[in-house]
């Protein structure tokens, strides 16, 4: 819960993450990682900025050399497939393809093939459409009717209901003659052309060949699959074009990361001995007192983090100062890593700091010197820490104690925590000076260290 509203565990982790640094028991092996030496050094140059900024320029060249990477491949696909591409947009261009056009030839085709016959049979129903009278005059179907027409009219004058038939008459022959005028309009274009049937079966012959090449079953699927291929074509043109956008953006933001990364460079390289000279006085007043801690820069390849690694160096002596990872012992990791945490306190702003056992490895004054410098650290923050030397204990302002019991009716670990008052906290301080059996002296000690902090 934030706020008291529910969130998910990914929201609170990146929030808390902004709220409380927690050190656990075996975080100073992070001593030995650069990434965290090198984070050290930046929060302590103020270089949060530049960090963000030349982790987001790298992030970005990277997604333009992978855009890069890809293009350069489409284009040597292209390239290998171009002059097949050309052939094949060339032959289905020239085509001059048209939908619906091979439905069409075939349909002409079929006349022309067939246009003896057709014409014979035009003129038979033309032929058909006239009659011969006895006197040897031809009439039409029309003069025939119109005389059957004037007939019936006479006899309608004393049979009303032939009048009927007059009508019917008069329909047919308007009808006939519509067939007749159309019988002769299709005779007269019907042509018998060899040269036309060539010609229609040479192009049919093309677009069939087509058809099965490219295995389509319409002129519509040629014309999408020729219109594909010249936007491939066209591809490769524009895909240069990007190409060549695309080095711009990447010289660009080449220049601006090497510029961040040489800022970075100068600022660590500024604050290098200061830091350094902060965290070797820290040491030493921690009984280290010949202890140096050095801070060197290493030029690495432009990355996220700019283009230096940075590398600890630590000697107990004063001599001959070696990576941290490689000398100090456990009680002086614990030392370095507090010096460490009391420099980070006053530059990140973290609201709340957890100690577990960053005392591990030391005892007796130097602890009670660690507690002083865990004391000092809250006035910057809130502190917590967990401790099992009374000397650092009995520096806390309030004590909680932690304890684990195991419910007997269930069998389960149940872990409480309470608020220690004062005559419990010496108490609790006493047991830790003394184990599990309480004596005056321990009793005494541990009035003497609480009241030392008062």
């Known amino acids: 819960f934030i706020n008291d509203s529910p969130v998910p565990v990914n929201v609170l982790q990146d929030i808390s993450s902004r709220l409380v640094d927690i050190h656990s028991q075996h975080q100073t092996l992070l001593l030995s990682d650069r990434n965290f030496q090198l984070g050290i050094l930046d929060h302590y140059a103020g270089n949060s900025g530049l960090c963000e900024e030349c982790n987001a320029l790298y992030r970005e060249l990277g997604t333009l050399k992978s855009e890069l990477a890809a293009l350069d491949a489409r284009l040597e696909r292209l390239a290998g497939e171009k002059d097949y591409n050309e052939a094949q947009y060339r032959q289905l261009e020239a085509a001059g393809l048209r939908e619906g056009e091979l439905e069409e030839l075939e349909t002409e085709q079929r006349q022309l093939a067939n246009a003896e016959e057709i014409k014979t049979c035009l003129c038979g129903v033309e032929e058909l459409f006239t009659a011969s009278s006895s006197s040897g005059e031809v009439l039409s179907v029309d003069a025939v009717l119109k005389e059957a027409d004037k007939a019936l009219s006479k006899v309608s004058r004393y049979i009303p209901e032939v009048s009927g038939l007059v009508d019917r008459i008069d329909s047919c022959r308007r009808e006939l003659d519509d067939i007749l005028s159309e019988v002769s309009t299709i005779n007269s274009r019907t042509e018998l052309s060899e040269s036309r049937?060539?010609?229609?079966?040479?192009?049919?012959?093309?677009?069939?060949?087509?058809?099965?090449?490219?295995?389509?079953?319409?002129?519509?699927?040629?014309?999408?699959?020729?219109?594909?291929?010249?936007?491939?074509?066209?591809?490769?043109?524009?895909?240069?074009?990007?190409?060549?956008?695309?080095?711009?953006?990447?010289?660009?933001?080449?220049?601006?990361?090497?510029?961040?990364?040489?800022?970075?460079?100068?600022?660590?390289?500024?604050?290098?001995?200061?830091?350094?000279?902060?965290?070797?006085?820290?040491?030493?007043?921690?009984?280290?007192?010949?202890?140096?801690?050095?801070?060197?820069?290493?030029?690495?390849?432009?990355?996220?983090?700019?283009?230096?690694?940075?590398?600890?160096?630590?000697?107990?002596?004063?001599?001959?100062?070696?990576?941290?990872?490689?000398?100090?012992?456990?009680?002086?990791?614990?030392?370095?890593?507090?010096?460490?945490?009391?420099?980070?306190?006053?530059?990140?702003?973290?609201?709340?700091?957890?100690?577990?056992?960053?005392?591990?490895?030391?005892?007796?004054?130097?602890?009670?010197?660690?507690?002083?410098?865990?004391?000092?650290?809250?006035?910057?923050?809130?502190?917590?820490?967990?401790?099992?030397?009374?000397?650092?204990?009995?520096?806390?302002?309030?004590?909680?104690?932690?304890?684990?019991?195991?419910?007997?009716?269930?069998?389960?670990?149940?872990?409480?925590?309470?608020?220690?008052?004062?005559?419990?906290?010496?108490?609790?301080?006493?047991?830790?000076?003394?184990?599990?059996?309480?004596?005056?002296?321990?009793?005494?000690?541990?009035?003497?260290?609480?009241?030392?902090?008062?």
């Not at 087509?210 to 020729?226: D, W």
């Not at 660590?268 to 001995?273: F, Y």
């Not at 702003?349 to 130097?366: A, H, K, L, Q, R």
């Open 197 to 454: 049937l060539e010609e229609v079966e040479d192009r049919m012959s093309l677009l069939y060949g087509l058809l099965q090449k490219h295995s389509c079953r319409t002129e519509a699927e040629l014309i999408a699959l020729r219109d594909d291929l010249s936007v491939t074509l066209s591809d490769s043109t524009q895909s240069e074009e990007k190409r060549e956008e695309l080095l711009s953006r990447i010289n660009k933001v080449q220049d601006a990361l090497q510029s961040v990364a040489d800022e970075l460079h100068n600022r660590r390289a500024a604050s290098a001995d200061a830091f350094a000279a902060a965290i070797t006085t820290s040491i030493r007043d921690l009984e280290l007192p010949y202890a140096v801690f050095e801070v060197e820069l290493l030029p690495v390849p432009v990355g996220v983090s700019g283009r230096d690694q940075i590398q600890f160096r630590f000697s107990a002596t004063g001599r001959n100062a070696v990576d941290v990872a490689k000398c100090a012992s456990g009680g002086e990791m614990s030392r370095i890593m507090l010096s460490l945490k009391a420099m980070m306190a006053r530059y990140t702003n973290m609201p709340t700091m957890i100690f577990d056992e960053i005392d591990t490895g030391v005892s007796g004054s130097v602890a009670d010197k660690m507690g002083s410098m865990i004391c000092a650290m809250g006035t910057y923050m809130q502190v917590f820490a967990i401790t099992h030397l009374p000397q650092v204990a009995a520096k806390g302002s309030a004590h909680y104690l932690v304890s684990k019991t195991v419910d007997p009716s269930t069998s389960k670990a149940v872990s409480t925590i309470e608020k220690l008052s004062a005559e419990q906290r010496v108490l609790e301080v006493a047991r830790m000076l003394s184990g599990s059996e309480l004596t005056d002296a321990a009793i005494a000690n541990a009035e003497s260290l609480l009241s030392g902090l008062s």
